[in-house]
């Protein structure tokens, strides 16, 4: 009896770089102040602050990027690359991937030695793992179609930030007492955040990183011709090679040829919710769709979140999407990627028509949407969590959902201008081919690694912009937001309330649950439901998100990272 026969099904999805939904019943305000979530309190202000200077969303998310650059060096910032979702309360959504490349140089052997592959940190810890940044192309983009403020005003706070000092919060201490050999890599990074015995700096320490606010002042005056060309592009490309165990490295050409490109925006109907998020060569709006599609032939809201069977189906969902994206997803610019096929509501009903509400399936392995290319082998890419996720609604309602990521925590722990460079690269699946059959996702020079990162705008059935939604912890983060989708759209929870559930994840046979949630009592239960292997484990977890409530647009920041809140 609980579950429902698939009737009813929604509109075809429309996959459209301005996809446009009807018009909202009335207009829609935020009563008359924007807001900015972010990962970090420096961040948030940052990005407040061009709102109260008069910028838009655009622009409080840019200048939000810049200052993690400084304040969260282990998550993002300008050594790395991010996407970006725009959401405007008439429905029009605009998407830019601001993706790391792979040099021209790399072949599909890139991370092989000797017929097999390197070891993790060996590849992590060289100029193998970093891909052309991709972020300052991205927020020049971004700032050319739809800012409003000068783009060297944005660079204000974070370089304020650098050049007078920040202090070194809880969070950071941690990563660095966690990860010496990636952040204390090199000189650089020793001398920013160790003392003379090798010892972190102690919580609160104040840190000034002057290189770091040359670099980025000479963008400000520059624009991303600083950054992609000359002196700073030299430096880069010239750390990475040095650091490139083999013939193929990095040139300055290579960073001279980046460009951000705007990707069809992905949109699709679910319980009458409009969901639109960031297409290939991301797999997080194919990932978190087809999880939510999946489940609309399941009552969710009757069963409620402290169901096992809720739980049991949410994973059951997970294991299903996270199959087809293993084997599909990757670079659309070099592989053939069904998207439409993956998103079709028919599809996607047969797909959910797979799980039994009482016991877990056996197996489960890739559909066949149509469009799907011949078949392709899966792949090996280990994926980490040095991500960071903010959203910035302005006094018109628009909203923006921005992932921004270097990889790992400290990236590659290769430190150029002031700033880690990303392990981006390492999001390759390290084994070419499989049986004969080449892996979609492998290394190509120019190409775009498979990411998770999943930035989400939701308009609610009567059109209007309601969410705005995002969450940075490696293959965890289409997990993270639909969990939270879920929680807004299903069980009728607060925006606080959503990011604070917990976490389960299933990415195949077996399923992990968040350490010390309340799903760890449900553990016995999922087994009785057919989960052979249900382990809780501490992920990485990390969200923000804004919705719209009656009073206007609230803001809301994971309880378990040191997020906060600013407003306009």
């Known amino acids: 009896m609980l579950k429902r026969f698939f009737s009813s099904l ?57 200052a993690l650059t400084v304040v969260e060096p282990q998550s993002s910032g300008i050594g790395g690359g991010g996407f970006f979702v725009r959401g405007t309360p008439q429905g029009d959504v605009a998407t830019l991937d601001g993706r790391e490349t792979a040099p021209a140089a790399a072949k599909p052997d890139w991370f092989m030695k000797d017929g097999k592959p390197l070891p993790f940190d060996a590849a992590v810890l060289s100029g193998l793992s ?10 020049a983009e971004a700032h050319r179609r739809f800012g409003k403020l000068g783009w060297a005003q944005l660079f204000e706070p974070a370089i304020a930030l650098a050049e007078e000092g920040f202090r070194i919060s809880p969070r950071l201490h941690d990563f660095l007492i966690r990860n010496p050999e990636r952040a204390a890599h090199g000189e650089s990074g020793k001398r920013l955040f160790y003392d003379e015995q090798g010892q972190p700096l102690p919580i609160g320490t104040l840190v000034l990183n002057p290189q770091l606010a040359d670099s980025l002042r000479e963008i400000a005056v520059d624009g991303p011709r600083g950054f992609y060309e000359g002196r700073q592009a030299k430096a880069l490309a010239s750390a990475v090679a040095a650091a490139t165990p083999h013939p193929g490295k990095m040139q300055p050409s290579d960073l001279a040829a980046y460009a951000a490109k705007e990707r069809p925006a992905l949109c699709g109907l679910y319980r009458g919710w409009r969901i639109c998020g960031m297409g290939p ?41 996270y ?41 489960v392995e890739p559909g066949r949407p149509d469009g799907a290319p011949p078949p392709a082998a899966d792949g090996v890419a280990p994926e980490e969590g040095g991500t960071s996720h903010f959203v910035a609604v302005d006094g018109g309602g628009t909203a923006v959902s921005y992932t921004s990521t270097i990889e790992g925590a400290f990236g590659s722990g290769i430190v150029v201008g002031g700033y880690y460079l990303n392990n981006e690269l390492t999001d390759f699946s390290f084994i070419p081919d499989r049986g004969g059959q080449p892996v979609a996702n492998r290394v190509e020079g120019g190409k775009r690694p498979r990411s998770s990162m999943a930035p989400t705008v939701a308009y609610a059935p009567d059109g209007r912009l309601a969410v705005a939604v995002g969450a940075a912890g490696g293959a965890t983060i289409p997990a993270q937001v639909a969990r939270v989708l879920i929680g807004l759209i299903d069980w009728g929870l607060t925006v606080e309330q959503a990011l604070a559930l917990p976490v389960i994840f299933a990415p195949g046979d077996t399923v992990y649950v968040e350490a010390g949630s309340t799903l760890e009592d449900m553990m016995p239960s999922l087994r009785e439901l057919g989960h052979k292997e249900v382990l809780a484990r501490d992920l990485p977890l990390k969200a923000n998100a804004a919705a719209w409530t009656a009073s206007g647009w609230q803001g809301a920041a994971d309880p378990r990272s040191e997020g906060a809140i600013a407003n306009e």
Not at 130 to 139: C, D, S, Y
Not at 295 to 317: C, K, R, T, V, Y
Not at 331 to 341: A, I, K, L, S, T
Request: proline content about 7%.
């Open 323 to 363: 199959a087809d994206r293993e084997r599909y997803l990757a670079d659309p610019d070099f592989v053939r990627v069904p998207v439409e096929g993956l998103a079709k509501p028919d599809y996607l009903a047969a797909r959910g028509g797979l799980i039994d509400p009482v016991d877990a399936m056996a197996s």
């Open 10 to 66: 929604s509109a075809l999805l429309l996959i459209t770089a301005c996809a446009t939904a009807p018009q909202a019943a009335e207009p829609q305000t935020a009563s008359g102040s924007g807001l900015v979530s972010a990962a970090d309190p420096r961040a948030a202000d940052a990005g407040a602050r061009m709102l109260r200077l008069g910028g838009n969303a655009t622009d409080a998310a840019i200048a939000t990027m810049l």
């Open 281 to 321: 060569p991301s797999s997080g709006a194919t990932t978190v769709f087809a999880i939510l599609k999946q489940l609309e032939g399941f009552d969710l809201a009757g069963l409620g979140s402290a169901s096992p069977i809720a739980w049991h189906l949410i994973a059951e969902s997970q294991r299903l999407a």
């Open 130 to 139: 970093v891909g052309v940044p991709g972020n300052i192309a991205l927020a």
